[in-house]
């Protein structure tokens, strides 16, 4: 049952409302002052407050700004039998949804009673959207490499400068864009992606642009761009890479100047964005090769993120498999799985060309196709179930190529661990004992690599 605080000091006022309300199915609570309202308030937490503006006392405009100041999204409508002008402006300015004159009308009460409490839902269904959103794209992983990411991030993300971001196909680029806009200032302001390789060239100027009624065959009516519609966010362009020449001059033209015109149109408009561009390709070589354009990749590469493809953060792939399988199986509404330790393996030793990306969808075949609770190698495609055998035969570790010295370092020793916390069980002890390293230093290391032991 929801509550609604009424505070006026005409007690026939008070009455009325309540029992109105009360019929309503409201439950109701009455203070005849300002003081005694806001008590009520702090003790009760009401659904939405009826307040009256002159109060004896501290009168109702002040009663409001400490009610928002206690707790901003509190739902108020205000009443008054004086009522000008000049002070339904100052309690719309302080935040108040609604302004009712005296005498009351119960259908005006009712109406603007439902109307702000279904603005009350909506504001806490898109909370509850944003915190699911922000789950979905939070960035999981305890590698040295994906730590390290995040660390940059939590740095560069206050910040204003603009951001390049490279890496393969499927490594999440995207959530490090939205990672970067959810930390930054603009956080609460749009996130617009765009994506460069899938608008043909023709139609990329009024998607960035917009354009105006009559621009051209199709222009039906004034349409806002890209560009305008993060006026004051972040803009992401994903692919940039294959942008043509000649919409790269037109981009590095409003990222110098912040301003543009509409496809069609004279008016220049101006654009408060800050831009974060992604990209698979090499853009120094693209430069080399004529393709892209050497001003625009050092207007954009203020910060420079990369991404790692999944076969340089091997200790990461069954924390992010079973967090896709958990997913997976709510969202298909299936019962809990899990992986058998040999489907797991085959997961860890697998090179994972198709990166993040492709193991999602693995998992969500498997979640779909697989009827049994436990994942067994088998159940693997083809591709994947022989890519634990390495790890049992002592054959080469797979995927080390374009890596660093220190990465392919820090691969081998994960993999080692791991290898030997398998033969011996889990135990720590044994295991720090067989590889001659102390016990302290070996759960370092299996905490930095994220390596999980058998329970």
Same mark, same amino acid.
């Given at each position: ?219 039906? *009516? ?55 561009? *992604? ?128 990465? *392919? ?47």
């Amino acid at each position: 049952m929801q509550t609604i605080l009424i505070i006026d000091d005409e007690p026939s006022i008070r009455e009325s409302l309540e029992g109105i309300l009360e019929d309503e199915g409201y439950r109701t609570l009455l203070a005849e002052t300002g003081e005694s309202g806001l008590a009520l308030a702090r003790e009760e937490c009401p659904d939405l407050v009826l307040l009256d503006v002159w109060l004896p006392g501290m009168d109702g405009l002040e009663t409001l700004s400490r009610l928002r100041e206690s707790n901003p999204e509190q739902l108020v409508i205000m009443m008054s039998g004086h009522g000008t002008i000049e002070t339904a402006v100052k309690a719309t300015k302080l935040g108040a949804l609604d302004f009712i004159e005296k005498p009351l009308s119960l259908e005006k009460v009712l109406l603007s009673i439902d109307n702000a409490l279904k603005l009350g839902r909506l504001v806490e269904e898109n909370r509850s959207l944003k915190a699911s959103m922000a789950k979905d794209c939070e960035m999981l992983g305890n590698s040295p490499a994906i730590c390290h990411l995040k660390e940059q991030i939590a740095i560069a993300a206050p910040t204003s400068g603009w951001v390049l971001i490279t890496g393969e196909n499927g490594t999440g680029k995207e959530l490090v864009a939205r990672a970067i806009h959810n930390l930054s200032k603009r956080g609460d302001k749009p996130f617009v992606e765009v994506n460069c390789a899938a608008i043909p060239e023709e139609l990329i100027e009024s998607e960035l642009f917009g354009h105006e009624k009559g621009a051209f065959t199709g222009a039906t *009516a004034q349409r806002k761009g890209k560009f305008d519609l993060a006026h004051q966010g972040t803009l992401f362009l994903d692919e940039i890479g294959d942008m043509s020449l000649k919409t790269q001059a037109k981009i590095l033209r409003i990222l110098q100047e912040r301003k543009f015109e509409r496809v069609g149109g004279s008016r220049t408009i101006e654009v408060d964005v800050r831009v974060i561009a *992604a990209t698979n390709k090499d853009l120094e070589e693209e430069i080399r090769q004529g393709r892209f354009r050497q001003d625009l990749y050092y207007r954009l590469n203020v910060l420079p993120f990369h991404v790692p493809p999944l076969r340089h953060r091997r200790g990461d792939i069954m924390l992010l498999a079973e967090h896709f399988l958990a997913h997976f199986c709510r969202q298909e509404s299936r019962d809990s799985k899990r992986f058998s330790p040999e489907a797991a393996e085959a997961l860890r030793a697998y090179a994972w060309p198709g990166n993040v990306r492709e193991l999602k969808n693995v998992v969500e075949r498997l979640v779909i196709m697989v009827a049994h609770e436990t994942i067994l190698a088998e159940d693997l495609p083809e591709g994947i179930q022989g890519s634990g055998a390495g790890m049992k035969t002592g054959l080469p570790l797979p995927a080390f190529d374009d890596m660093t010295f220190k990465q *392919a370092r820090d691969e081998f020793e994960r993999e080692f661990i791991q290898q030997k916390l398998e033969e011996f069980d889990g135990n720590v002890s044994r295991t720090a004992e067989a590889i001659d390293l102390e016990r302290s230093n070996l759960h370092r290391k299996i905490k930095s690599y994220g390596i999980e032991l058998k329970k």
